[in-house]
């Protein structure tokens, strides 16, 4: 990862975790959680979320645990998420359209702000009452709708193209989809999902159970 | 992790990455790599690489590097990529039906054997040239299909449910994108996919930039 940013890329991603367990820890009405019930509820060792969390500041009381809903608060912003940012897909094939219709986006800050794709036979339709733009109207569109970032679910000889594109209006993050490397300039960043790792870490599970 | 597996579930997850960018590097005509470029191109340390190959066994050769085309062939068979996994996909929503359509899941070794939903409207249609059928013919589907895994893609409320009847049907592996905690017994391998972690990451690293 950039320099600039000290905490190791596998604590950011494990906030999320944090968050959404301590979620479901909150509906169940617990207003206080250990380091070793949350971790073991999560499948993390409690020095894990202490070593995580402690990368941010200091959180719960030594021998009480931690506050579920100021954890939780804490969290938010640290990740930056009490704030509104705005997507846009770019492609809007099956993934792309799963993605604009995805409910669970909204519920953490997250709005799909502009739908793009190639095709005549998709520009001007609604999905999930947005219109999907032509890729042209793209630098228009980032400004006029301050996008901050952008989703790539375009086939993958097309991906970089999409993304420079976007890179271009302004857009400085990026979340890909498409199963190829791309590059971004140093100041846009950059989250890859690789759908075929979950399927790996299962398959390489699977064999092992097949062999005892 | 369970306790049966003692390599971690990171090093397992890495190991899709360093596949893929050996593939990449197999293609612009490299046979043989150091620890340090291939960690360099896929962004974790050479150390890390050392470290997660020497779990499985002896690979490379100290002061040349490693063979690309063994060390692909080596990697897959660790993950069990070698051999041919069926999968069945439960809710033929948007991200079913674009699950149903990933090409890349065939070119890694997976098989979409089977569509189920419960919805008549969609019961009897061809995805992909597969037919959907209805989720009451789970159990018989799976032993006369042989499938291995099961996607989830239902609303949350029903995931659950999806899961518990794959399970008696007796599929070992769950892979679930419904954004909800998920209970398999002891010997079903379950991998969850959350969205919301990439979209999460995304929105620190922004943040933290435009804070300087």
């Not at 800050?109 to 890729?135: C, S």
């Not at 999902?193 to 092992?208: A, I, P, Q, W």
Request: glycine share 8%.
């Amino acid at each position: 990862m950039k320099s600039k940013v000290e905490v190791s890329k596998a604590t950011v991603d494990r906030l999320p975790l944090y968050f959404r367990m301590l979620r479901q820890i909150q509906n169940e009405g617990i207003e206080i959680i250990s380091s070793e019930e949350l971790g073991r509820r999560i499948g993390v060792t409690p020095e894990q979320i202490r070593k995580d969390l402690a990368s941010f500041g200091e959180f719960g009381k030594k021998g009480v645990g931690y506050y579920v809903q100021e954890l939780m608060r804490n969290i938010n912003e640290i990740l930056g998420l009490h704030r509104n940012w705005n997507i846009a897909i770019v492609g809007v094939g099956h993934l792309g359209w799963a993605l604009a219709n995805y409910r669970s986006f909204n519920s953490i800050g997250f709005t799909v702000a502009a739908l793009f794709d190639n095709d005549p036979a998709k520009i001007g339709q609604y999905v999930n009452g947005i219109e999907v733009l032509d890729i042209d109207c793209v630098e228009e569109t980032v400004k006029e709708r301050d996008l901050h970032i952008g989703v790539i679910t375009v086939p993958s000889r097309m991906a970089q193209l999409a993304v420079d594109r976007l890179v271009a209006a302004g857009v400085k993050g990026i979340w890909n989809f498409a199963p190829v490397l791309i590059k971004v300039p140093e100041d846009v960043w950059l989250v890859s999902e690789d759908l075929s790792v979950g399927l790996s870490s299962l398959s390489y599970y699977l064999s092992r159970s097949a062999k005892e």
